[in-house]
């Protein structure tokens, strides 16, 4: 093989691969051996790629041979000959994933694994029958030596078995094996839903944050959390009885409104499939007796297997109806279907039975032997032989002994029920017993949960031994009718010969002890029950243990018959002294330590169980399970201790029980807390899962989430925000899953939400509003302390006020003690006082800027959720100092733009609090900022405006949505107000809203203002001027066209406004370019009889002097007494008058009247006497 | 070694294979890289005068006639909101918005790159009921990118430098986890992979 190896390159090997491609052909065989080779090919392409192609061909090989058989009754012998090199193929991939291969090629080998699972189990479609396609179900058992049903289904379990481990020997793994391997699993979970309830637990089971370092956590979690929802979805009964299992699942991976989303369609899509399937049910019921029913849906199902159902199968030579059983059958019944086949196949079958019960897993071989056992004749003495295991040690150990109830316990049942979260939790009055039933189911099953499947390591010790061992503490020979038994369990004779001898012993043994609760033990607790009760010295404990080691091997491992070592017979027991026992258990526990062997766990908790812990033990346990918490399963091993510590507790009252539980807990979780990094889990699952939460827990909690003094607090932010966000994270599930610590979490949240640093703050308030405050249980409270602390920092500026007022030391004190008294009286729980009291003390000159913003984020938060709050901010802000108001100025902005005007704000305006009209005003800014304020806050604003609050400056906002006729009324008011305002009105005015347009036009606005009648609207004249300023000042707005026509509107008007020709001047001061239209506006002033009215002539004539010679047409349409009025106050514009009226040649048009005015009759006459000497002016007209 | 080796085949996938898959698409191409792209959606969806009025097309619908169509409706705000141009810029790519889920002809891709989680999420779908006969191993990506044309720029460029970068390794199996923690470093922008089969 190595040669044909080495005679492709790369290339080459990798061009044949391309053509062997997916047609199966005769021509195929002879490819076979290469194909083999290129799996220790040197370019690993080549091996992925051979890989691939074998994934590709055993599939079509055994597609082909179900065709061959269904079509022609047999196979060819070419077809034969390829399958033989399968199995050849096949059985050499699991060593490429034990190799340091690429993961590349791994992850192919997986997709091979997973594909030989699905081929070689059998499998049901839709109808409930076997399919067309390939099924070992469809292949006749004997039919040809490597098609063997039985040993395909072996080895199926073994594919699944290597892909388990490959999931959980993770640690040292890359994330793209990870993440094929769950990939892989999940789809055979939902192909093959008989092996559902395995992957599923193992899935579960598996930590995608921590197992696996290096990989990319999230996509692993993602992939996990794909394969979850893929369960969810699925209408599987098996998958739908798991829905809640997968919901918590889902929600410990990814919580958050996506996954509530999917799972509230989940839980929605049931009902309906629900409401459906009851009535198919029922109908199916009745076409079907029920026992087939039971065996299909339920996995422990009853009498499957009748007793004489085997030996029969086994002696009937046609077994066609075998195959139809099998596919009715449960998990376990088709195991023992299949050991029975193998059984019957004599010493041929004895090699692929020891195979096979060597890697049925744990759960699925106690499945097999309680099956098995229900067939047991009903006369046997004993009820359920698993509970008889009685050891030397249990004897002396008074917390073991349980009363006799326990006997019928379950002993599989998870220990998760008797949770101490749960609500209806058993932390209130536990009784001894109850503790006690705690600490050993949570031992066994343990124990069945990790026992691994030993695949891959052909060392392992087997999983738990069904039967009881009496015998292991008394002679070998009687371990080897055990290890007989084990290994041909269903073979009912013997067994029940077996069975009878060991519970002959069993009521031997029995009637010297009073009743014994440990579970099934493994052989390796055997050996350390036999470690601790019987030798007294070092020495003898080794030759024992290892005797027994060499023993136990052997008779497990091989073949039974084989073992039939002699073993020094030991005493049955040994009475040590209080030291002894301690210094054994403490040799014990460092041994077994040190020895990092898998059933460390199991051993450790026995241990405890077994011999009450002193200090020094449990100091170098805690050590041992904090130095590798994940890797040792250090938390399971830890609740184990603390369970037993409660039940200490439980039993002596006093302090010191109390005192080593609260040292074990905290120092353990302390230690995760150093060791661990943030992200971690562990430590919120030690204090979710501990049995009791002392105070000191709650302390170190506190601690984490940033509360501690100042020392290790700065140690702390070198970690950022991280800690700060475990604690609070521990905080969220201790609130949700204890409820007795309900209260002090929340407390510690609450202190968290007014911590100083902002970090803390944030984050704690985060929790609080958005998590905490829709729990019924705790909003109540987190409302009433974020009141109290808002109230308190309005208070405690009152009380400082008057401090400064009376500026005693005395006075001072006294009101810091009655400080105290407030806010102790305003929050419930006197441990929070203290803190909280002491945080008011620290700050004795009065909170700053930030404090305040501190003491009331919490409170803003709230508001955001509970609109109705900020009534309280409206009622008190009267009463707040300035800093606290400034502090308030900063919250509500951020707070409107998240809440937008609400109903309840429109209360508070209608009907608004003494002393906050600040604050409405600001509220009104930000509410109107960038968005029209709707219809109900103008409502509510103009209606607080015309009944309470007459200040104009809360309508601004508004403005802009008012229309003209409501504007105008108002408008004398905003004038009024300081220029600032103003202008932000004018701005308002102007900017209008999107569907109404601007409520007045700029020249609408010149005209408003114009209108103002000083008097009449007592409005101060200079506020009228400053405003028409203003107006001036935005070139842009006010463009000369504006103001022409405001202007035109303006001299329409009778009587004329006041400041009108003062506007004039501004205008064509402005724009020079408009004088013609200003003439224009003179002339009909003119006409108007402008001097009747002495204010505005005043203007006029400043106007005409300036814009001469452009007003010399206007002058000259005056009347003549006015012409001579004007050019008397004015002499200076006589003389260019005149020569204006020469120059254009218009005295003729002129009335004579205007020409004398002007001296120019004269002149031209001659005759009538000059009235005038202006003889100046006429040389200059005669000049010009 | 490397002459025995193919080039990677990569494909781009997004909601409606207009915008986030196309810039992608156009990018990779233009730097060489052998690539195709798909949406997920039902249907091609472009944002239309509202919100509740946008215009939907069948897959397959040329580029082209979108453009024609949309430039006739309205040219001014489809120029204005990037529709345009956009379409353009995927008509010199391609002719059609081609849908994932129907894309066995078109054979296998060694990368899938998606823009959106849903989008993921739908492409692992799709892969999961595909009857797996090749056995080929795909790794698909998901980059997270908003859909705009300003974030599809900035997300087709990650996509590129990611591409290129798993083009180079000897084996991405290996490397995926790696690349992946560097680009959300650098990027700083969320990354989730998964392997399915062909």
């Given at each position: 093989?190595?040669d044909?190896?080495?005679?492709f390159?790369?290339s080459?090997?990798l061009?044949?691969?391309?053509?062997?491609?997916?047609?199966?052909?005769e021509?195929?065989?002879?490819?076979?051996p290469?194909?083999?080779s290129?799996?220790?090919?040197?370019d690993p392409?080549?091996?992925?790629k051979?890989?691939t192609?074998?994934?590709?061909?055993?599939?079509g090989?055994?597609?082909?041979?179900a065709f061959q058989?269904?079509?022609?009754?047999?196979v060819e012998r070419?077809?034969?000959?390829?399958?033989s090199?399968m199995?050849?193929?096949?059985?050499?991939?699991?060593?490429?994933?034990?190799?340091?291969?690429?993961?590349?090629?791994?992850?192919a080998a997986?997709?091979f694994?997973?594909t030989c699972a699905?081929?070689?189990t059998?499998?049901?479609?839709?109808?409930?029958?076997?399919g067309?396609?390939f099924?070992?179900?469809?292949?006749?058992?004997?039919?040809c030596?490597f098609?063997?049903?039985?040993?395909?289904?072996?080895?199926?379990?073994?594919a699944?078995?290597?892909?388990l481990d490959?999931?959980?020997?993770?640690y040292s793994?890359?994330g793209?094996?990870?993440?094929?391997?769950i990939?892989?699993l999940v789809a055979?979970?939902?192909?093959?839903p008989?092996?559902?309830e395995r992957?599923?637990s193992e899935?579960?089971?598996?930590d995608p944050?921590?197992?696996v370092?290096?990989a990319h956590?999230s996509?692993?979690?993602?992939?996990?959390?794909?394969?979850?929802?893929g369960?969810?979805r699925s209408?599987?009964?098996?998958m739908?009885?798991?829905?809640?299992k997968?919901?918590m699942?889902l929600?410990g991976?990814?919580?958050?409104?996506?996954?509530?989303?999917?799972?509230?369609?989940?839980?929605?899509?049931?009902?309906?499939?629900?409401?459906?399937?009851r009535?198919n049910?029922r109908?199916?019921k009745?076409?079907?007796?029920?026992?087939?029913e039971?065996s299909i849906s339920?996995?422990r199902?009853?009498?499957?297997l009748?007793p004489e159902?085997?030996p029969?199968?086994?002696?009937?030579?046609?077994?066609?109806?075998q195959?139809?059983?099998n596919s009715?059958?449960?998990?376990?019944?088709?195991?023992?279907?299949?050991i029975?086949?193998?059984?019957a196949?004599g010493?041929?079958?004895?090699a692929?039975l020891?195979l096979?019960?060597?890697?049925?897993?744990?759960?699925?071989?106690?499945?097999i032997?309680i099956?098995t056992?229900?067939q047991?004749?009903?006369?046997?003495?004993?009820?359920?032989?698993?509970?008889q295991?009685?050891?030397g040690?249990?004897?002396?150990?008074?917390?073991?002994t349980g009363?006799?109830?326990?006997?019928?316990?379950?002993?599989?049942?998870?220990?998760?029920?008797?949770?101490?979260?749960?609500?209806?939790g058993p932390?209130g009055?536990?009784?001894t017993?109850?503790?006690q039933?705690?600490?050993s189911t949570?031992?066994?099953s343990?124990?069945?949960?990790?026992?691994?499947s030993?695949?891959l390591?052909?060392?392992?010790?087997?999983?738990?031994l069904?039967?009881?061992e009496?015998?292991f503490?008394?002679?070998?020979?009687?371990?080897?009718?055990k290890?007989e038994?084990?290994?041909?369990p269903?073979?009912?004779?013997?067994?029940?010969?077996?069975?009878e001898?060991?519970t002959?012993?069993?009521?031997?043994?029995?009637?010297e002890?009073?009743?014994?609760?440990?579970p099934?033990?493994?052989?390796t607790f055997?050996d350390?029950?036999?470690?601790?009760?019987?030798?007294?010295?070092?020495?003898?404990?080794?030759?024992?243990r290892?005797?027994?080691?060499?023993?136990?091997?052997?008779?497990?491992?091989e073949d039974?018959?084989a073992?039939?070592?002699?073993?020094?017979?030991?005493?049955?027991?040994?009475?040590?002294?209080?030291?002894?026992?301690?210094?054994?258990?403490?040799m014990?526990?460092k041994r077994?330590i040190?020895g990092?062997?898998d059933s460390?766990?199991?051993l450790?908790?026995r241990?405890v169980?077994?011999n009450?812990?002193d200090?020094?033990?449990?100091?170098q346990?805690?050590?041992h399970?904090s130095?590798d918490?994940h890797?040792?399963?250090?938390h399971?091993?830890?609740?184990?201790l603390l369970?037993?510590?409660?039940?200490?507790i439980?039993?002596?009252?006093?302090?010191a029980?109390?005192?080593?539980?609260?040292?074990?807990?905290t120092?353990?979780a302390?230690?995760?807390?150093d060791n661990?990094?943030?992200?971690?889990?562990s430590?919120s699952?030690?204090?979710g899962?501990?049995p009791?939460l002392?105070d000191s827990?709650?302390?170190?909690?506190?601690?984490?989430?940033g509360m501690?003094?100042?020392?290790t607090?700065k140690?702390r932010?070198?970690?950022g925000?991280?800690?700060?966000?475990?604690?609070l994270?521990?905080?969220?599930?201790?609130?949700?899953?204890?409820?007795s610590?309900?209260?002090s979490?929340?407390?510690?949240?609450?202190?968290?939400c007014?911590?100083?640093?902002d970090e803390?703050?944030?984050?704690?308030i985060?929790l609080?509003?958005?998590?905490?405050?829709l729990?019924s249980?705790?909003?109540?409270?987190i409302?009433?302390?974020a009141?109290?602390k808002l109230l308190s920092?309005?208070?405690?500026q009152?009380?400082?006020?008057?401090?400064?007022?009376?500026?005693?030391?005395?006075?001072?004190?006294e009101?810091?003690?009655?400080?105290?008294?407030?806010?102790s009286?305003?929050?419930?729980?006197p441990?929070?006082?203290?803190?909280?009291?002491?945080?008011v003390?620290?700050?004795?000159?009065?909170?700053?800027?930030?404090?305040?913003?501190?003491?009331i984020?919490l409170f803003f938060?709230l508001?955001s959720?509970?609109?109705?709050?900020l009534r309280?901010v409206f009622d008190?802000?009267?009463?707040?100092?300035?800093?606290?108001k400034?502090?308030?100025?900063?919250?509500?902005?951020?707070?409107l733009?998240?809440?937008?005007?609400?109903?309840?704000?429109?209360?508070?305006?209608?009907?608004?609090?003494e002393?906050s009209?600040?604050?409405v005003?600001?509220?009104?800014q930000?509410?109107?900022d960038?968005s029209t304020p709707p219809?109900?806050?103008?409502?509510?604003v103009?209606?607080?405006y015309?009944t309470?609050?007459?200040?104009?400056v809360?309508?601004?906002p508004?403005?802009?949505?008012l229309?003209?006729e409501?504007v105008?009324?108002i408008?004398?008011r905003?004038?009024e107000l300081?220029?600032e305002k103003?202008?932000?009105a004018?701005?308002r005015?102007l900017?209008g809203?999107?569907?109404?347009?601007?409520?007045?036009?700029?020249?609408e606005?010149?005209v408003?203002?114009?209108?103002i009648?000083p008097?009449k609207?007592?409005v101060?004249?200079?506020?009228?001027t400053d405003a028409?300023t203003a107006c001036f000042e935005q070139r842009?707005?006010?463009?000369?066209?504006?103001?022409?026509?405001a202007?035109?509107?303006?001299?329409?008007?009778?009587?004329l406004p006041?400041l009108f020709m003062r506007?004039?001047i501004?205008?064509?001061?402005?724009?020079p370019?408009l004088?013609?239209?200003?003439?224009s506006?003179?002339?009909?002033?003119v006409?108007k009889q402008?001097?009747?009215?002495p204010?505005l002539?005043a203007?006029?004539l400043k106007?005409?002097?300036?814009?001469q010679?452009?007003s010399?047409p206007?002058l000259?349409?005056l009347?003549s007494?006015?012409l001579?009025?004007?050019?008397?106050k004015?002499?200076n514009?006589?003389?260019p008058?005149?020569?204006y009226?020469?120059?254009?040649?218009?005295?003729?048009t002129?009335?004579?009247?205007t020409?004398k005015?002007?001296?120019?009759?004269n002149e031209?006459?001659?005759?009538?006497?000059?009235?005038?000497?202006?003889g100046?002016?006429?040389?200059?007209?005669t000049?010009? | 070694m490397?002459e025995?080796?193919?080039?990677m085949?990569?494909?781009?996938v997004?909601?409606s294979?207009?915008n986030?898959?196309?810039?992608?698409?156009?990018?990779?191409?233009?730097?060489g890289?052998d690539?195709?792209s798909?949406?997920?959606?039902?249907?091609v969806?472009?944002p239309g005068p509202s919100?509740?009025?946008p215009?939907?097309?069948?897959?397959g619908?040329?580029?082209?006639?979108?453009?024609?169509?949309?430039?006739r409706?309205d040219?001014d705000?489809?120029?204005r909101?990037?529709?345009?141009?956009?379409?353009?810029?995927n008509?010199?790519v391609?002719?059609a918005?081609q849908?994932?889920?129907?894309?066995l002809?078109?054979?296998?891709?060694d990368?899938?790159?998606?823009?959106?989680?849903?989008?993921?999420?739908?492409?692992?779908?799709d892969m999961?009921n595909?009857e797996?006969?090749?056995?080929?191993?795909?790794l698909i990506?998901n980059l997270?990118?908003?859909d705009n044309?300003e974030e599809a720029?900035?997300?087709?460029?990650?996509?590129l430098?990611l591409c290129?970068e798993?083009?180079?390794?000897?084996s991405?199996?290996?490397?995926?986890?790696?690349i992946v923690?560097k680009?959300?470093?650098?990027q700083e922008?969320?990354?989730?992979?998964?392997i399915?089969f062909y």
């Amino acid at each position: 093989m190595a040669d044909s190896s080495l005679r492709f390159d790369s290339s080459r090997a990798l061009r044949l691969l391309e053509d062997v491609g997916t047609e199966l052909s005769e021509d195929l065989v002879v490819l076979m051996p290469t194909l083999i080779s290129f799996l220790r090919h040197a370019d690993p392409l080549v091996v992925k790629k051979a890989i691939t192609c074998g994934t590709v061909l055993i599939a079509g090989v055994l597609q082909e041979i179900a065709f061959q058989i269904n079509s022609f009754g047999k196979v060819e012998r070419w077809l034969d000959e390829m399958w033989s090199w399968m199995v050849q193929f096949k059985d050499l991939i699991p060593g490429l994933l034990l190799e340091s291969v690429p993961v590349g090629t791994k992850t192919a080998a997986l997709k091979f694994l997973e594909t030989c699972a699905l081929l070689f189990t059998p499998h049901l479609d839709a109808t409930g029958s076997p399919g067309k396609g390939f099924n070992i179900v469809n292949i006749p058992r004997g039919y040809c030596r490597f098609l063997d049903p039985v040993i395909l289904e072996s080895d199926g379990i073994k594919a699944l078995n290597l892909l388990l481990d490959t999931l959980h020997s993770s640690y040292s793994l890359r994330g793209a094996l990870t993440i094929t391997s769950i990939n892989c699993l999940v789809a055979i979970a939902k192909k093959r839903p008989a092996y559902y309830e395995r992957i599923l637990s193992e899935l579960l089971s598996f930590d995608p944050i921590n197992s696996v370092q290096g990989a990319h956590a999230s996509s692993i979690r993602y992939n996990l959390r794909a394969g979850f929802l893929g369960f969810l979805r699925s209408t599987n009964p098996s998958m739908v009885e798991s829905r809640d299992k997968l919901i918590m699942a889902l929600r410990g991976i990814s919580p958050g409104e996506s996954t509530e989303q999917i799972i509230r369609q989940v839980e929605k899509m049931s009902r309906n499939m629900e409401r459906s399937s009851r009535d198919n049910f029922r109908s199916y019921k009745d076409e079907h007796p029920p026992a087939a029913e039971d065996s299909i849906s339920r996995k422990r199902g009853s009498a499957v297997l009748v007793p004489e159902d085997l030996p029969s199968k086994r002696s009937r030579s046609d077994e066609s109806d075998q195959s139809e059983a099998n596919s009715e059958l449960t998990p376990a019944g088709k195991m023992i279907a299949v050991i029975g086949a193998l059984i019957a196949e004599g010493e041929r079958g004895v090699a692929p039975l020891e195979l096979l019960i060597s890697n049925i897993h744990a759960d699925l071989l106690a499945d097999i032997v309680i099956e098995t056992m229900q067939q047991l004749p009903k006369s046997l003495p004993v009820s359920s032989p698993r509970t008889q295991v009685p050891t030397g040690a249990l004897m002396e150990n008074p917390v073991s002994t349980g009363d006799g109830t326990e006997g019928k316990r379950d002993p599989r049942r998870d220990p998760r029920r008797l949770d101490p979260r749960r609500p209806v939790g058993p932390m209130g009055s536990p009784g001894t017993s109850h503790i006690q039933s705690q600490v050993s189911t949570d031992a066994t099953s343990v124990d069945s949960r990790t026992v691994p499947s030993p695949s891959l390591q052909s060392t392992r010790l087997p999983p738990p031994l069904p039967f009881p061992e009496p015998n292991f503490t008394e002679t070998a020979p009687k371990i080897e009718m055990k290890v007989e038994s084990e290994s041909k369990p269903p073979h009912d004779i013997k067994l029940t010969d077996v069975t009878e001898t060991l519970t002959k012993e069993g009521t031997e043994i029995k009637t010297e002890l009073e009743s014994c609760t440990v579970p099934p033990p493994d052989s390796t607790f055997i050996d350390q029950d036999a470690v601790e009760s019987t030798p007294d010295d070092h020495n003898s404990v080794e030759s024992y243990r290892s005797s027994f080691q060499a023993e136990n091997k052997d008779s497990l491992m091989e073949d039974a018959s084989a073992s039939s070592g002699e073993l020094p017979v030991f005493p049955l027991c040994l009475e040590l002294c209080e030291r002894e026992k301690r210094e054994a258990c403490q040799m014990a526990i460092k041994r077994i330590i040190d020895g990092k062997s898998d059933s460390c766990l199991q051993l450790l908790a026995r241990m405890v169980a077994l011999n009450d812990p002193d200090d020094e033990i449990l100091e170098q346990i805690q050590k041992h399970i904090s130095v590798d918490f994940h890797r040792d399963k250090g938390h399971e091993l830890a609740m184990h201790l603390l369970y037993h510590l409660k039940a200490v507790i439980i039993m002596d009252s006093s302090s010191a029980a109390l005192d080593r539980y609260e040292k074990f807990l905290t120092s353990l979780a302390r230690a995760l807390l150093d060791n661990l990094p943030s992200t971690d889990k562990s430590f919120s699952r030690l204090l979710g899962d501990a049995p009791l939460l002392p105070d000191s827990a709650f302390h170190l909690l506190e601690e984490l989430c940033g509360m501690s003094d100042g020392g290790t607090q700065k140690e702390r932010e070198i970690d950022g925000g991280d800690r700060i966000t475990q604690g609070l994270g521990t905080v969220w599930s201790l609130i949700l899953g204890r409820p007795s610590a309900r209260m002090s979490c929340l407390n510690i949240a609450l202190k968290c939400c007014v911590h100083s640093q902002d970090e803390v703050r944030s984050k704690a308030i985060r929790l609080v509003v958005n998590k905490l405050y829709l729990l019924s249980y705790a909003s109540v409270r987190i409302e009433e302390f974020a009141t109290s602390k808002l109230l308190s920092v309005v208070c405690d500026q009152t009380l400082e006020m008057e401090v400064d007022q009376t500026s005693s030391r005395d006075v001072k004190v006294e009101m810091m003690n009655q400080e105290m008294s407030v806010t102790s009286s305003q929050s419930s729980e006197p441990g929070l006082s203290e803190s909280e009291s002491g945080l008011v003390l620290s700050r004795p000159s009065g909170p700053s800027l930030s404090q305040a913003q501190t003491q009331i984020s919490l409170f803003f938060a709230l508001c955001s959720k509970k609109p109705s709050l900020l009534r309280v901010v409206f009622d008190v802000y009267g009463k707040t100092p300035k800093v606290v108001k400034q502090a308030i100025h900063r919250h509500i902005p951020v707070l409107l733009r998240n809440l937008g005007s609400c109903s309840e704000l429109l209360d508070i305006i209608y009907n608004l609090p003494e002393g906050s009209e600040n604050l409405v005003t600001l509220v009104l800014q930000v509410l109107t900022d960038e968005s029209t304020p709707p219809a109900d806050l103008i409502g509510a604003v103009k209606h607080l405006y015309y009944t309470k609050l007459k200040d104009p400056v809360i309508l601004i906002p508004m403005l802009s949505s008012l229309s003209k006729e409501e504007v105008l009324p108002i408008f004398p008011r905003l004038l009024e107000l300081p220029l600032e305002k103003f202008q932000a009105a004018l701005a308002r005015i102007l900017q209008g809203s999107a569907h109404t347009g601007p409520a007045l036009t700029p020249a609408e606005v010149l005209v408003a203002i114009h209108d103002i009648n000083p008097e009449k609207d007592r409005v101060a004249l200079k506020k009228v001027t400053d405003a028409c300023t203003a107006c001036f000042e935005q070139r842009t707005v006010f463009t000369q066209q504006v103001l022409a026509k405001a202007l035109n509107q303006m001299v329409e008007k009778a009587p004329l406004p006041l400041l009108f020709m003062r506007t004039v001047i501004q205008t064509i001061d402005a724009f020079p370019s408009l004088v013609d239209f200003v003439m224009s506006l003179l002339s009909k002033l003119v006409s108007k009889q402008i001097w009747k009215m002495p204010k505005l002539y005043a203007g006029f004539l400043k106007l005409v002097s300036q814009t001469q010679p452009h007003s010399f047409p206007v002058l000259l349409e005056l009347p003549s007494m006015q012409l001579e009025n004007v050019l008397t106050k004015h002499t200076n514009l006589r003389a260019p008058l005149a020569s204006y009226v020469i120059n254009k040649n218009i005295h003729p048009t002129l009335p004579s009247q205007t020409l004398k005015v002007l001296g120019l009759l004269n002149e031209s006459q001659q005759t009538t006497t000059r009235p005038f000497d202006s003889g100046a002016s006429i040389q200059g007209a005669t000049l010009t | 070694m490397a002459e025995g080796r193919k080039r990677m085949r990569f494909a781009m996938v997004c909601s409606s294979n207009q915008n986030r898959s196309m810039e992608a698409h156009s990018v990779l191409k233009r730097h060489g890289l052998d690539v195709a792209s798909y949406g997920t959606g039902a249907h091609v969806k472009l944002p239309g005068p509202s919100l509740h009025e946008p215009n939907v097309y069948e897959f397959g619908t040329p580029y082209k006639t979108m453009y024609d169509e949309l430039r006739r409706k309205d040219p001014d705000l489809y120029k204005r909101n990037g529709i345009l141009p956009m379409l353009k810029r995927n008509l010199s790519v391609k002719n059609a918005p081609q849908r994932w889920q129907d894309n066995l002809a078109d054979g296998c891709f060694d990368i899938v790159m998606t823009f959106e989680e849903r989008v993921f999420d739908l492409v692992m779908e799709d892969m999961n009921n595909r009857e797996q006969k090749l056995m080929k191993a795909v790794l698909i990506i998901n980059l997270e990118v908003k859909d705009n044309h300003e974030e599809a720029a900035a997300g087709a460029k990650v996509a590129l430098e990611l591409c290129k970068e798993l083009e180079t390794t000897e084996s991405w199996e290996d490397a995926i986890d790696d690349i992946v923690a560097k680009f959300e470093r650098e990027q700083e922008r969320r990354i989730l992979y998964s392997i399915s089969f062909y």
